[in-house]
């Protein structure tokens, strides 16, 4: 037996994303023994397993004497998990417990969940035995829930003990804890994604990709004919396609044409009358020059933290299950890791294909005064940058000077100090992911903490310019799958889009829009909005030629389902509330308030279910003092 015992694990072998199991832990005391104050510690593979709840405790008297309960434990309380102790000493006793973990390299490595059994009252000795169900269902639980996210191999339970009481905790190697495995489930769903932005008459692909219960690709192909069709006369399409084993539930079907102009969506279902219908995103059929492109940059591999999957398998995922135009591989410190810093560029090399799915160069810059990601132009391979300063913004922005990057604040309401700014290398700003939102102060999709000064609403205030795009964050190893709390306890939003508007799906094409901020956010919803002060698009000056030339404010929004209502923010405050119904709107407002130079315009966007999109912002300069400036 090791020094330190021995741990194992049932059941074990492979089990469904999100099913739910009764686990037992019998871990047996080796070597040394335990004394009390000693303790056992089960990390759960990652933070998206079911919290594990210890039976809540009424009072103790005497140590081992409950008040005359016959295991001091309230019964009225949920709970999902007991212990047991197999010992000599009838005095002796565990006191369970269960704790949320953020990133502990010793304990865990990453964010987990924690189960923690300590000796009370005695030691224990060699061949004691501490047993613990994880899904105990006496109390009425039906089972702890497993991961929903389909896993790599990085994710397994992972097992401590403190034999001495002192907090210094050694692993106990167990092969049986490595053995579980957690895959994803059949073919429930497909996610249907068609261009946003299409010229009438002229053909276009719809991708049609399988997906299980919980957005993971599926583990089990769906076979079989899919009738497609569209929620409104005026579009051609082909009846049905087949769906083979070989294509791994996934295909593109070509050649769709919708001839008159107007919104449309394209619905998929089995054509042998089984399962559910999908819905695409909308559609709009338009003579408009520029086309509109969904993206994530904010996507994270197992080279930053607890995330999951290599790059290639996150690029793989957010082309042909998320569906996405663009992505980024951005992890933390990513520049300084020369084996992921290698791969990392590889895979954004490899997947790229210029009108069909986009990748941008990437890495996070993780530092104390603010996080930021930094997006290249270009994809050339590089060394790891030994060169660049740690944990040093302006170090960073002296470094990316005259280069061609971007560079993208995030958790803005968390870390960013905006003293630290570069007007040009930062022309955009995350104004949501799966953290929330940081653009607003009181901001419905935010309930955590804020950081004095931080937030883009100061930034704005402070006279910065900020476009706004969405991003993912969720370490899930899975760009655009927009899913709530699949990580993280204290990440319960969904995975937002960059929502990019320009002339064609190349790399400079992204890019340069995104330099020019004609772009939005939304919160992982596919809403297709315009917004215009003066004809001025969102991004981009107004220029007037006095204080008192009226505004007029314009919006357009094709939702993903039941609008709910809009607010045009101007200088962070309400200029106007408006309520909408359908699932398209058109706002026109004028704003006839005296202007000064610097005044800023911003649409935001609400649907019933929740579903958010914010424009980026419009600037108001007055002509008078802009050619004083120089600056036309």
Partial sequence: ????????????????????????????????????????????PNDDWEMPVAPMHRYFEGGHERGGYDNGYCSYAPRNLDVSLACADPDTWIDLAAQECAVTPKLAGGWARHIVATVMAG??????????????????????????????????????VDVAGARDFIEIPSDALRELRVASGPTTQFNVVAPAIVRPGEPFAVRISGMDAFRNAPSEPFEGDLRVGSDRHGVALPGTVPLVAETGSRTDVPDIRILAEGRRQI?????????????????????????????????????????????????????????????????????????????????????HEPGRFVT?????????????????????????????????????????????????????????????????????????SCWGSGVEEHDPLWHKSIKPGAGLFRALDQGLRFGFIGSGDSHSGMPGRSYPADRQWCVDAKSGFACVYAPELTREGIFDALRERRCYATTGARMILEFDVNDAVMGADTLLESPTQPRRIRMHVIGTGELDYLRIVKNNETLVRHELSGDEAFFEYTDTTPAQNGDFTYVRVVQKD???AWSSPVWSRLQRQACSQGSG
């Fill in 360 to 432: 941008l160069k990437g890495f996070e810059y993780g530092a104390s005064l603010g996080h930021r990601n930094v997006i290249y132009r270009d994809a050339v391979i590089e060394p790891v940058l030994d060169a660049l300063p740690r944990n040093d913004p302006e170090g960073l922005f002296d470094y990316f000077r005259g280069q061609d990057v971007i560079i993208i604040p995030h958790h803005t309401k968390v870390w960013t100090e905006w003293r630290f700014h570069d007007p040009v290398l930062e022309p955009i700003a995350e104004a949501y």
């Fill in 610 to 612: 929740g579903n958010t």
């Fill in 123 to 160: 030691d224990l000795v060699k061949g004691d035995r501490i047993t613990i169900l994880y899904g105990d269902p006496e109390w009425g639980a039906d089972g702890a829930r497993v991961q929903r996210v389909a896993p790599t191999a990085k994710d397994h339970f992972r097992a401590f």
């Fill in 1 to 44: 037996m090791d020094t330190h015992g021995a741990i194992t694990l049932s059941p074990t072998g492979v089990l469904q994303a999100g099913s739910r199991h009764t686990f037992t832990f019998v871990y047996t005391v080796g070597d040394c023994g335990m004394r009390e104050g000693g303790s056992l510690r089960i990390s759960t």
């Fill in 267 to 351: 619905l998929v279902e089995p054509a042998d009358g089984t399962g559910t219908r999908s819905v695409s995103n909308p559609v709009w059929c338009t003579n408009r020059p520029l086309n509109l492109y969904f993206g994530d940059l904010h996507c994270q591999s197992k080279y930053h933290s607890d995330s999951l999957g290599t790059p290639a398998e996150g690029y793989a995922y957010g082309r042909d299950v998320a569906g996405l135009d663009f992505m980024g591989i951005t992890d933390s410190a990513g520049c300084f890791k020369p084996d992921g810093w290698l791969e990392t560029q590889e895979a954004a090399r490899d997947f």
